[in-house]
Nanobody, 119 residues
């Protein structure tokens, strides 16, 4: 059974930083591109960024470029989202997801972790 478990969310002041983690189990980690998404209240879920297995090519939404960094520890089956210079508009539930290499859709999703940025 595939599980993706996010952690690291919380409340932070604008300009602060948080690091989210997503631990994956039940899948062959190297076979998946890992992505981060977020959903703010009343808004649709949006793509934040992703990282491939090898090479570890990353891709980011324009709204987070230069502030967020995705990395992965393949030995720990864990992907990270380092968020710096946080803004109130970054407030959302953040989800990690796994996309099988070559697939169009993300196959597996975590339960989400809340990030709240106060002004």
């Amino acid at each position: 059974q595939v599980q993706l478990v996010e952690s690291g969310g919380g409340l932070v002041q604008a300009g602060g930083s948080l690091r989210l983690s997503c631990a994956a189990s039940g899948l062959i980690f190297r076979s998946y591109t890992m992505g981060w998404f977020r959903q703010a209240p009343g808004k649709e879920r949006e793509f934040v960024g992703s990282i491939r297995w090898s090479p570890a090519v990353t891709n980011y939404a324009d709204s987070v470029k230069g502030r967020f960094t995705i990395s992965r520890d393949n030995a720990k089956n864990t992907v990270y989202l380092q968020m710096n210079s946080l803004k109130p508009e970054d407030t959302a539930v953040y989800y990690c997801a796994a996309q099988f290499v070559g697939a169009v859709r993300y196959d597996y999703w975590g339960q989400g972790t809340q990030v709240t940025v106060s002004s």
